[in-house]
């Protein structure tokens, strides 16, 4: 069986669970601690990050951009008959979620209001580009079915989800057909099967504790926002 070697709250080991998820592929995760990295995970992680997968021939894989393309190459597409091109769009907006990840926990790990500000601001005009891309009439990004993209863009939103229930502030304030994506990714089947039963606890303990974040409904509402009401 595939093994995912992880860090419980990472959102690029998100992405590889959901891709395997989606396509109903079995697989199991090992935990380690990245504060104290063991030597057999240095070993096998050439660059001494998780993702990695470790496949039933012995190979080991490593970036979670490079498994993506395995899982697809491997198991087949989400999707079947897409273009080329549309192939490459997908994975330019796939990119663009990914390579926000760490701007989002950079943003959720803010200790003062200003830098918390400054660095949401930014991530939710990333956010707003992404919500003049999406289509009213469908569920997710492109039409009714998940998507690579969908699966890109999951670990941003989930973890968004997470921080409006439990502080005052809302990404996506304001962004209506953003919400509606979220809302629709998250009330999909493959959600809890990629991540940890605890993932929500855990989340909060790094991210809502000691954090601008923490301050819970001492946050503001309206930051990113045109308005204290738009938020639902």
């Given at each position: 069986?595939?093994?995912?070697?992880?860090?419980?709250?990472?959102?690029?080991?998100?992405?590889?669970t959901?891709a395997?998820?989606?396509k109903n592929?079995?697989?199991?995760?090992?935990?380690?601690?990245?504060?104290?990295?063991?030597?057999?995970?240095l070993?096998?992680?050439?660059?001494?990050?998780?993702?990695?997968?470790?496949?039933?021939?012995g190979?080991v894989?490593?970036?979670?951009d490079?498994i993506?393309e395995?899982?697809?190459?491997?198991?087949?597409p989400?999707?079947?008959?897409?273009?080329?091109?549309?192939?490459?769009?997908?994975r330019?907006?796939s990119?663009?979620?990914s390579?926000?990840?760490?701007?989002?926990?950079?943003?959720?790990?803010?200790q003062?209001?200003?830098?918390?500000?400054?660095?949401?601001?930014?991530?939710?005009k990333v956010?707003?580009?992404?919500?003049?891309?999406?289509?009213?009439?469908?569920?997710?990004?492109k039409s009714?079915?998940?998507?690579?993209?969908?699966?890109?863009?999951?670990?941003?939103l989930?973890?968004?989800?997470?921080?409006k229930?439990?502080t005052?502030?809302?990404?996506?304030?304001?962004?209506?057909?953003?919400?509606?994506?979220?809302?629709?990714?998250?009330?999909?089947d493959?959600?809890q099967?990629?991540?940890s039963e605890d993932?929500?606890?855990?989340?909060?303990?790094f991210?809502?504790?000691?954090?601008?974040?923490?301050?819970?409904?001492?946050?503001?509402?309206?930051?990113?926002?045109?308005?204290n009401?738009?938020c639902?």
């Amino acid at each position: 069986m595939i093994k995912i070697i992880s860090f419980k709250i990472c959102p690029f080991v998100q992405r590889v669970t959901g891709a395997l998820a989606a396509k109903n592929i079995p697989f199991e995760v090992e935990y380690i601690n990245l504060k104290e990295k063991p030597q057999w995970f240095l070993d096998i992680s050439p660059n001494g990050q998780v993702p990695v997968m470790s496949l039933p021939s012995g190979t080991v894989l490593f970036e979670s951009d490079a498994i993506i393309e395995f899982i697809e190459d491997e198991y087949g597409p989400l999707e079947q008959g897409v273009s080329n091109e549309q192939r490459a769009l997908d994975r330019a907006w796939s990119y663009l979620g990914s390579k926000h990840y760490m701007a989002q926990c950079g943003t959720m790990s803010s200790q003062g209001q200003d830098t918390f500000k400054q660095r949401a601001e930014k991530l939710i005009k990333v956010f707003a580009r992404v919500e003049k891309q999406l289509a009213s009439e469908t569920r997710f990004f492109k039409s009714d079915h998940l998507s690579q993209v969908d699966i890109a863009w999951l670990p941003l939103l989930h973890r968004a989800a997470i921080v409006k229930t439990h502080t005052n502030f809302d990404f996506l304030c304001g962004l209506p057909k953003m919400q509606a994506w979220q809302n629709a990714l998250l009330q999909t089947d493959i959600l809890q099967s990629t991540v940890s039963e605890d993932f929500e606890q855990r989340f909060k303990d790094f991210y809502l504790t000691g954090t601008y974040l923490a301050q819970g409904e001492d946050v503001p509402q309206g930051i990113g926002c045109d308005s204290n009401t738009c938020c639902v």
